[in-house]
């Protein structure tokens, strides 16, 4: 198969599986936000707001605010069993739907990784061209003496035919610029496709954050009442963070996220770059909203930024770092 088809082959394939893991992507959110909103619906209990929008683009902020809280109606103590049972399997439901949250980022990690394989296979391709091509030339244009005394000089045919296989490797090497030309703009559109991906899964962190400000909202009402005071919504919103994402609660501290520590004696690097790990002063959840900051080893203040995320897995925080970092470098 010829080079070119093999790369606009790879290409295609990329934005296909780009395409996929987008409407995977959409399914989920919505499928996540009908499902809590079904549940929810079951119970008698009277939110006073549409529960899929806010799901959706809701603030977790005024989900919990007293003024909300205080138009929630009292709940009969007949009522209040089954409703627990619902935001129990709410919550265990919500951690299934964020592991295959990760699966997904980890899935576009897949892509990225041959894209940049293929964007320095063509570099090194582009060199190694630019300098066969450089060193025919130069052997075209020696000038050989045909006419040397017998013994002396090089058969004529055998120059002949050195200068035809120079041609011939000229001719080849010309036939594979044309494909390697639009592995840079290939690559490029199919980077346009993982950003916009990559800022759907990162809008999916406003949805976790708007179902567990409701679970908490209901707690508050089912513990509390409607005339809850900071501290109930306070200790409520604790309890429910802690059950949703346990594992990020108490997480493994591993070596990669020693290293990650900005007082670490042995940093992790990336094409010049030094990453640490940031935590966001804002979360109100016991579990850990994180982002990797990424410094520039010769001057630390020029850093940039991947999304906070509640990501447990530290590798897919790195990852996207680092696609971001290969976004510069490539550019630049």
């Keep these: 198969m010829a080079f070119d088809i093999i790369i606009i082959n790879s290409l295609i394939r990329a934005a296909k599986e780009s395409g996929k893991l987008g409407q995977s992507f959409d399914s989920l959110a919505d499928k996540t936000s009908a499902l809590v909103t079904n549940q929810i619906n079951k119970t008698p209990i009277s939110l006073p707001f549409p529960i899929k929008e806010t799901i959706l683009q809701g603030d977790s902020k005024e989900i919990l605010s007293p003024n909300t809280i205080s138009k929630v109606g009292s709940i009969p103590e007949s009522s209040k069993p089954q409703i627990r049972e619902t935001l129990d399997n709410i919550e265990n439901t919500l951690n299934t739907i964020i592991d295959q949250k990760n699966t997904i980022q980890n899935s576009i990690n897949t892509i990225t990784i041959p894209l940049n394989s293929l964007e320095s296979l063509t570099s090194t391709i582009e060199n190694i061209i630019s300098i066969s091509k450089i060193g025919i030339s130069v052997l075209k244009a020696i000038p050989i003496p045909l006419g040397a005394p017998l013994g002396v000089g090089v058969p004529a045919n055998t120059v002949i035919g050195f200068s035809d296989s120079l041609e011939t490797a000229k001719t080849a090497l010309d036939a594979l610029e044309g494909p ?125 930024f991947g999304p906070y995320s509640f990501s447990s897995s530290t590798q897919v925080l790195i990852d996207e770092i680092k696609f971001k970092i290969d976004q510069i470098v490539s550019n630049s």
């Design 180 to 304: 390697l030309s639009i592995i840079p703009s290939g690559i490029s559109q199919i980077n346009d496709i993982l950003n916009a991906l990559n800022d759907k899964i990162n809008s999916f962190d406003n949805i976790i954050t708007n179902i567990t400000s409701i679970i908490t909202l209901i707690r508050i009402i089912l513990n509390s009442g409607p005339n809850a005071t900071q501290q109930d919504i306070d200790r409520e919103s604790l309890n429910t963070s802690a059950n949703i994402r346990k594992s990020l609660t108490n997480p493994i501290i591993s070596q990669i996220d020693d290293n990650l520590n900005p007082n670490s004696n042995e940093p992790i690097s990336y094409k010049g770059y030094i990453l640490t790990t940031e935590y966001d002063p804002s979360n109100t959840f016991s579990f850990p909203r994180r982002r990797i900051k990424a410094s520039l080893a010769s001057n630390p203040s020029n850093s940039i």
